[in-house]
């Protein structure tokens, strides 16, 4: 029986971005992508689950709310 190693995917939105480097863990993954995406500064970060070949994260921002 073979096994397939999954490509990770980072979705923020309806964006993928793909995986900087495969020795990070998730958590990492978010941190790389705070200075190109300023939203997820106070994000987290989910597993969304298995999408064919892939294994998809998502990634939120932090969602801020008004007060009044």
Same mark, same amino acid.
């Given at each position: 029986?073979? &096994? *397939?190693?999954?490509?990770?995917?980072?979705?923020?939105?309806? &964006?993928?971005?793909? $995986?900087?480097?495969?020795? @990070?863990?998730?958590?990492?993954? @978010?941190?790389?992508?705070?200075?190109?995406?300023? &939203?997820?500064?106070?994000?987290?970060?989910?597993? *969304?689950?298995?999408? +064919? $070949?892939? @294994?998809?994260?998502? @990634?939120? /921002?932090? /969602?801020?709310? *008004?007060? +009044?």
């Amino acid at each position: 029986m073979a &096994t *397939a190693k999954l490509m990770r995917v980072f979705r923020m939105g309806a &964006t993928d971005l793909p $995986d900087p480097d495969a020795e @990070l863990n998730p958590e990492q993954v @978010l941190d790389h992508y705070k200075d190109q995406y300023p &939203t997820l500064r106070y994000g987290k970060v989910e597993e *969304a689950g298995v999408e +064919g $070949d892939q @294994l998809v994260y998502k @990634l939120e /921002s932090n /969602s801020y709310k *008004a007060n +009044g």
